[in-house]
Structures are given as C-alpha cells and as structure tokens.
Nanobody
Framework: QVQLVETGGGLVQPGGSLRLTCAAS????????MGWFRQPPGKEREFVAS??????FYGDSVKGRFTISRDNAKNTVYLQMNSLKPEDTAVYYC????????WGQGTQVTVSS
C-alpha cells in the first residue's frame, strides 16, 4: 500500500506562487497515474491535474498557471502553482488514480491579501 503525504501549502498573496509536494512511501509508484485534487471551503472536491506516461492533464481553471511534475527516483509528485488567485484557496490532496479509499490530510493553500 502506498502512503501519500502532501506538504508545501501556506498563505500567499494573489499573483504569488507555491510549490506543493506529494511524497509517496511504502511502494514505488512509477507506473501509477498521479493526480492533485482540491477542496475549496464549503465546496466539493475537484480535479486539478494528473500525470502519467502519456502526459499531463489539467482542470480548466488552472490551465496555464499550474504545472504538475514527478520525480520517480524520489517517489515524489509536485504541483507548481503560479499566478495564484483567491479562488485557488483550498485544501490540496494528491492521489493515485483512480482514487480508492480515504484521502490523506492534504495541505492548506490560502490566497489572500
């Protein structure tokens, strides 16, 4: 079983940047599709981005601003977030896709002046 831990969240001003990190342990995840999701306050969880051998994919609201990448040697997935907006405020989660079972603790991202 793979354990995932998300870090890197914080408070940032609009227009700023953050890089989130998802560290996997327990099993190598080289062959897995990995994804980032987020849950804004009072809203449903939504897809942000995913990455696998064929490429990366993004939700419409983050295209052109966010970049997902992975380092298989480190069992790590990253989410570089640029030009952040207040509507990006959410708890961010990473997951193996398709998602099964419970979610991790996530990391809080707050975009506010």
């Amino acid at each position: 079983q793979v354990q995932l831990v998300e870090t890197g969240g914080g408070l940032v001003q609009p227009g700023g940047s953050l890089r989130l990190t998802c560290a996997a342990s327990g099993r190598t995840f080289t062959s897995y599709t990995m994804g980032w999701f987020r849950q804004p306050p009072g809203k449903e969880r939504e897809f942000v981005a995913s990455i696998n051998w064929s490429g990366s994919f993004y939700g419409d609201s983050v295209k052109g601003r966010f970049t997902i990448s992975r380092d298989n040697a480190k069992n790590t997935v990253y989410l570089q977030m640029n030009s952040l907006k207040p509507e990006d405020t959410a708890v961010y989660y990473c997951s193996i896709l398709p998602h099964k079972g419970s979610w991790g603790q996530g990391t809080q991202v707050t975009v506010s002046s």
